[in-house]
């Protein structure tokens, strides 16, 4: 395990101060002074998860747009500007949140600062740009979904078993959706969303916290906070567990298993870290069990995955995967994977195992953090998803006190649970 002098010099709490502009405006400082470098990133709490079917990818689609441009800078110009004083930048899109971000050396975060707050608020939309704009995005739905078998399926399982609302809109958008966003929807969600109230700034690295505070107040401080609405409602649907079944471009057979899992909130806090650890105790490592006893021992597996998303602000999934060698019927595999989760609710944990699963996840975890990038990150999705970044400081101590029987309890919700069964099969 790790040790508690390692925790302890992990905590953020020793170097984040956080605090609100009068306009809401939430700002989190990382202090990390290992290099001259900082991440300055804004963080807006909107994503696929809140859009609705017709206006699927648009928080996306957005996303592009912010880099074509304001009242007071031409396309590009902003991302000209950061690689001039030798920074990088650059934007994504979740389910929950939309962000952007710069890497830049602490000398020219004023600069960063100045160009990402005014396109909080003074954004252009120019219809050749977006016609342009949804032309690229349609191209990265066609090579990142449409032309990837594995993409496509997952996509699949999500709205059959989420529906077309939440976490079961695919973040790219559907391809009718993107086809179709106009400059008039597009403001419509850059003005309800786009608000000092409905984001978060955070610094990240080696920089001066008064003089930030006051670059911070300057650039930010005057821009006015706007009431956010609900754009989107929830659409019922009825889940089905009907197994999907396709032939596509793959090499050889893939089956996924897929069970719904419930969101996460500090009362299942244990429950979920039970989880990840019973994930990462099956298929975390070339030391885990689908490795050692699927693929290496009897030789029934080519290889193994999993998909879980331990903090989910929604009903989301777990996916359990891999593809049979040549010669072994998919269902072996099948249920070659639920007699491990048998095996362990039967018989236990092996000597060492659980202390050597908890080495791994939590090295894993931590060794991540050496990047400043990656604090503003993980800070970030928490932040944006409803979270506290203290869940981090909280992390090491939450996952040593996972026992054996909680790791047995959540097993038995694998097995006990219905899902959805998806088998890919080569294109003859």
């Known amino acids: 395990m790790i040790p508690a002098s390692a925790e302890s010099s992990l905590k953020f709490s020793d170097r984040i101060e956080e605090y609100k502009?009068?306009?809401n405006l939430k700002v989190i400082l990382i202090k990390d002074s290992r290099s001259p470098s900082v991440v300055s990133s804004i963080w807006y709490k909107v994503g696929s998860s809140y859009e609705y079917e017709g206006i699927t990818g648009i928080s996306h689609v957005l996303e592009h747009m912010m880099f074509k441009g304001t009242s007071n800078t031409q396309p590009?110009?902003?991302?000209?500007?950061?690689?001039?004083?030798?920074?990088s930048e650059n934007a994504f899109t979740g389910r929950d949140f939309t962000g952007y971000y710069q890497k830049i050396h602490k000398d020219f975060l004023e600069?960063?600062?100045?160009?990402?707050?005014?396109?909080?608020?003074n954004l252009v939309f120019n219809e050749n740009e977006l016609k342009s704009e949804k032309e690229v995005v349609k191209e990265e739905r066609r090579l990142r979904?449409?032309?990837?078998?594995?993409?496509?399926?997952?996509?699949?399982?999500?709205?059959?078993?989420?529906?077309?609302?939440?976490?079961?809109?695919?973040?790219?958008?559907?391809?009718k959706d993107i086809e179709n966003i106009n400059t008039d929807e597009l403001k419509k969600w850059y003005?309800?969303?786009?608000?000092?109230?409905?984001?978060?700034?955070?610094i990240a690295g080696d920089f001066d916290?008064?003089?930030?505070?006051?670059?911070?107040?300057?650039?930010?401080g005057k821009i006015p906070s706007r009431n956010v609405k609900e754009l989107a409602t929830k659409k019922d649907y009825v889940l089905s567990y009907n197994d999907i079944k396709v032939s596509d471009k793959v090499s050889e057979p893939l089956i996924l298993l897929s069970f719904k899992n419930k969101s996460f909130d500090l009362k299942n806090k244990k429950e979920v870290y039970a989880m990840e650890l019973l994930l990462e105790l099956m298929d975390g490592s070339s030391?885990?069990?689908?490795?050692?006893?699927?693929?290496?021992?009897?030789?029934?597996?080519?290889?193994?995955?999993?998909?879980?998303?331990?903090?989910?602000?929604?009903?989301?999934?777990?996916?359990?995967?891999?593809?049979?060698?040549?010669?072994?019927?998919?269902?072996?595999?099948?249920?070659?994977?639920?007699?491990?989760?048998?095996?362990?609710?039967?018989?236990?944990?092996?000597?060492?195992?659980?202390s050597n699963t908890k080495s791994r996840l939590l090295a894993s975890n931590i060794y991540k953090f050496d990047s400043v990038f990656y604090q503003a990150m993980?800070?970030?999705?928490?932040?944006?998803?409803?979270?506290?970044?203290?869940?981090?400081?909280?992390?090491?101590?939450?996952?040593?006190?996972?026992?054996?029987?909680d790791l047995v309890n959540v097993a038995k919700k694998i097995v006990n649970n219905n899902y959805i069964y998806s088998l890919i099969e080569p294109k003859l």
């Not at 003005?191 to 955070?202: D, E, H, K, Q, S």
């Not at 505070?213 to 300057?218: A, F, R, S, T, V």
């Not at 050692?292 to 999993?306: C, E, H, P, R, S």
Request: glycine content about 8%; hydrophobic content about 35%.
């Open 209 to 220: 916290i008064d003089n930030t505070k006051e670059l911070i107040q300057k650039y930010y």
């Open 111 to 121: 600069l960063s600062l100045k160009l990402e707050s005014d396109r909080m608020s």
């Open 145 to 175: 979904t449409d032309d990837q078998p594995i993409s496509k399926v997952f996509e699949k399982i999500g709205i059959q078993a989420l529906g077309m609302s939440g976490y079961g809109i695919p973040i790219i958008g559907t391809m």
């Open 191 to 202: 003005f309800n969303f786009y608000v000092p109230n409905n984001a978060t700034l955070i």
């Open 287 to 354: 030391a885990s069990r689908f490795t050692k006893n699927l693929v290496d021992t009897k030789k029934i597996a080519l290889n193994t995955f999993i998909s879980f998303d331990s903090y989910s602000r929604e009903e989301n999934l777990i996916t359990i995967g891999g593809s049979p060698r040549t010669g072994i019927n998919p269902n072996t595999l099948k249920k070659a994977i639920f007699d491990e989760f048998h095996s362990f609710i039967k018989n236990g944990l092996l000597d060492d195992e659980l």
């Open 21 to 23: 502009l009068s306009n």
């Open 378 to 405: 993980q800070v970030g999705m928490l932040e944006t998803k409803g979270f506290n970044w203290k869940l981090l400081d909280e992390y090491i101590e939450d996952i040593n006190n996972v026992t054996e029987s």
């Open 76 to 87: 590009g110009e902003f991302s000209k500007k950061i690689k001039e004083v030798g920074g």
